[in-house]
């Protein structure tokens, strides 16, 4: 059973860095493609970056383009979502999902989810 669990949320000021991280397991993820999806109160769930597991190629959201970086750690099974000159926008439940199809930027595209972690910024 694959599970995906995230953590690294918190307060921040505007302008400052958070890095959340997604511990990944019940599989091997070799050919999976691993995300982050954020969902603001109200709004629906958006995406957010992406990774292939196997190849290390990412894409991003525009909003989201040259302040985030995504990555992960294959020996450890993990993802990570570095966070830079966060904004009062970028507050929301940030998801890590998992699923097969690279390239994917809706919520169908992916099979797995975990169960969120809370991100808030400051103004």
């Known amino acids: 059973q694959v599970q995906l669990v995230e953590s690294g949320g918190g307060l921040v000021q505007a302008g400052d860095s958070l890095r959340l991280s997604c511990a990944a397991s019940?599989?091997?993820?070799?050919?999976?493609?691993m995300g982050w999806f954020r969902q603001a109160p109200g709004k629906s769930r958006e995406f957010v970056a992406a990774?292939?597991?196997?190849?290390?190629?990412?894409y991003y959201a525009d909003s989201v383009k040259g302040r985030f970086t995504i990555s992960r750690d294959n020996a450890k099974n993990s993802a990570f979502l570095q966070m830079n000159s966060l904004k009062p926008e970028d507050a929301a439940i940030y998801y890590c999902?998992?699923?097969?199809?690279?390239?994917?930027?809706?919520?169908?595209?992916?099979?797995?989810w975990g169960q969120g972690t809370q991100v808030t910024v400051s103004s």
């Open positions: 999902t998992t699923g097969r199809r690279f390239g994917a930027t809706i919520p169908t595209g992916f099979d797995y």
């Open positions: 019940g599989r091997t993820f070799v050919g999976y493609t």
């Open positions: 990774i292939g597991w196997t190849t290390g190629n990412t």
